[in-house]
């Protein structure tokens, strides 16, 4: 049962990163990605992070791609005036250039020490509590750094964003 | 039959970022651009989890938490110089954003 859903969820996962980067309108590109954005919470759901799953969701799914609708309505693209002649070439290049690199990385991680059953772990393993409980024991600074970093990037978006007086 | 291993996921990640880099190589929109950054952070993020379930350990979960926080933050940053930049030239094709880019004649 978790093979067949792994399956159909990373095959929506491929189907929609390959139309992200084929279709030529951006609206569609953009929406081909909301389907890879939901396969890998899905994916984050059987790999028992529960917390992840919903984080995907609400991080990715509702603020970083419905922002960037948002963006691509507001500017309202022409697509026709940009022309793409030769990108399924330079896609099939870099596929084979990327093809024996993958090819290492596969079994670079097939060489892996074994420590234990995959498909078996705790019942709570994932949860918010057991997450909460790392996140403030022993990753305290990095999560105060990462909340500066949002501060920052708010400031940051807002400075560049708006429009300049002219004098 | 494919089976939910390890070794699984590890492969969809390396397909997914390997079409990323596709992507980001070879297409002119900005925007296409910005979700190919992003599919590759998803890939990476991917790998995190996988290898926080099979050490047992929450480290590659939090890793992966933060890995989104500063996605969002790019997010943010990326799109408002998007939008400043297209006020400037109307367009949103990166070779007409080489402004910076040092001339051939000095």
Known sequence: ?167 | MIEASFISYISLAILLFSIGIMGLISRKNIFIIYMSIELMLNAINIIFVTLSKYFGSMDGQIIAMMVMAIAASEAAIFLSLIVAMYRLKHSVNIDDFNTLKQKDTL
């Open chain 1, 1 to 167: 049962m978790i093979d067949t859903i792994f399956l159909i969820l990373s095959l929506f996962a491929l189907a929609g990163a390959i139309g992200m980067i084929t279709l030529s309108n951006t609206m569609h590109s953009a929406l081909s990605f909301l389907v890879t954005v939901f396969a890998i919470a899905g994916l984050y759901a059987l790999l028992n992070a529960s917390f992840l799953f919903m984080v995907q969701i609400i991080i990715y799914a509702g603020a970083i791609i419905a922002l960037l609708l948002f963006i691509v309505m507001f500017l309202n693209i022409k697509e026709d005036k940009l022309k793409e002649p030769n990108r399924y070439n330079i896609m099939l290049v870099v596929a084979i250039i990327l093809a024996p690199v993958d090819y290492l990385l596969f079994q670079a991680f097939l060489k892996m020490p074994h420590i234990g059953d995959f498909s078996t772990t705790l019942d709570n393993f994932g949860d918010v509590k057991m997450l909460g409980n790392e996140l403030f024991k022993g990753w305290l600074v990095p999560f105060e750094a990462i909340s500066v970093l949002l501060l920052v990037a708010l400031i940051g978006s807002i400075v560049l964003a708006r429009k300049k007086e002219r004098e």
